[in-house]
Structure formats: C-alpha cells, structure tokens
T-cell receptor, first 114, second 115 residues
Framework: GAVVSQHPSWVICKSGTSVKIECRSL??????MFWYRQFPKQSLMLMAT?????????EQGVEKDKFLINHASLTLSTLTVTSAHPEDSSFYIC??????????FGSGTRLTVV | AQSVAQPEDQVNVAEGNPLTVKCTYS??????LFWYVQYPNRGLQFLLK??????LVKGSYGFEAEFNKSQTSFHLKKPSALVSDSALYFC?????????????FGQGTELSVKP
C-alpha cells in the first residue's frame, strides 16, 4: 500500500537553531502534502498544504517565516522549523493522499527544543 | 465553516462489550468522512472512510461506522472491544477536492478498554 515516510522520528535541538523534517512518498507521486502539528492528547492542527513546484499554502495563524516548507519534487516535502524555541516543541506529522485512496500519514516527528 | 466534532473526550468500555465513538459533522455538499486511530507517539492509521454508497462502512480491525445524513453523524462502532483497541481516535472530514483536499480533524476521543 501507499507509504509516507517521515524522518527523523525524534529530534532534540538547542533554542535558536533550525531543524528540518522530511516527508517522502515512497511508492506514489504526491503533488500535494500536508503538515500537521499535534500537542499531547490533542487534535491534529493543519499548518500548511505543501504544493510541488509552488509556494505552500499556510493556515491562518501559522508563521510562514518560522515554518518553511519546500516541495521540490513529487516525492519529497520538507518542513524547516527556523530559530526554534521551546514553544515549538511538539509532534509534527505529514500526510499525502495517493490517487484513489484515502490519506496516508507519516509516523510523526517529536521535536524537543531545549 | 466545515467542521467535525467528537463530543466525548474519553470513552471507557469493558473488554468484550460493544463500543461507540461519536462524531458529528458540518459540511456543505456531500461529506467525505474518515476515521483514524493513533497509538502513543505514532502517526495515524486509517480505519475506514465514507465517500458514497452504503451508509454502513466496514473497516480495519473489525471497526465499522454508520453514516447518518439526517443526524449528520458518522459514529464509529465495534461489536466486541479488545484491550488493544485502547488508543486515540479521530474523525475527519475532507475539505476541497481530490489530492488537494485537506483533512479537518475532530478533537479526538481517547478510548480505554479495560480487561
């Protein structure tokens, strides 16, 4: 079945540094990918829609300069958390929708900023 | 605005008993509805979806859901709960079309199944 691979599964970084999270569609092409943020035992909040070859579409209230999204190929989207601070610590999940199927989710990335 | 709601933060069930996790939706047009399950520190696993057709949808791991248009509901059910069903469950609705459509999630319901 369609698989979305997300890497890394967890990362710890120092405050002020940047962290990149990768999301790959392994056996299908994804012109669109989605990035979510989740706080403990809470719902998934859509941050942005990543569009291959064009700018991402951000949800209201999401800082574009803080969360940089790049979708340079049909199988890879990246989320870079720039100048990370402790309040950016969260669980980040990517998703894509294979043709004819539902939505497939990556395994998530636990980001801890210290 | 299109949305989905899960009115219960937590559902407690004894093993072997039937379980129901509730979901209601508010959308314009025909809804595309989904149920996902999440285990701790993991991504979401697909359970089932309703696009069109029969109102009773059967999914993975013995789960099913009933689409009720008049009540705008899409409750998740299982005839006999297992301890391993304990997890966080999310109902979602698709907004937009095809691969570009995005999923909007309910608040989530934590299911606890006790032996």
């Amino acid at each position: 079945g369609a698989v979305v691979s997300q890497h890394p599964s967890w990362v710890i970084c120092k405050s002020g540094t940047s962290v990149k999270i990768e999301c790959r569609s392994l056996d299908f092409q994804a012109t669109t990918m989605f990035w979510y943020r989740q706080f403990p035992k809470q719902s998934l909040m859509l941050m942005a829609t990543s569009n291959e070859g064009s700018k991402a579409t951000y949800e209201q209230g999401v800082e574009k300069d803080k969360f940089l999204i790049n979708h340079a190929s049909l199988t890879l989207s990246t989320l870079t958390v720039t100048s990370a601070h402790p309040e950016d610590s969260s669980f980040y999940i990517c998703s894509a929708s294979p043709p004819g199927a539902g939505y497939t989710f990556g395994s998530g990335t636990r980001l801890t900023v210290v | 605005a299109q949305s989905v709601a899960q009115p219960e933060d937590q559902v407690n069930v004894a093993e072997g008993n039937p379980l129901t996790v509730k979901c209601t939706y508010s959308v314009s047009g025909n809804p595309y509805l989904f149920w996902y399950v999440q285990y701790p520190n993991r991504g979401l696993q697909f359970l089932l979806k309703y696009i069109t057709g029969d109102n009773l949808v059967k999914g993975s791991y013995g789960f099913e859901a009933e689409f009720n248009k008049s009540q705008t509901s899409f409750h998740l059910k299982k005839p006999s709960a297992l301890v391993s069903d304990s997890a966080l469950y999310f109902c979602a609705v698709r907004v937009g079309y095809n691969q570009g459509g995005k999923l909007i999630f309910g608040q989530g319901t934590e299911l606890s199944v006790k032996p």
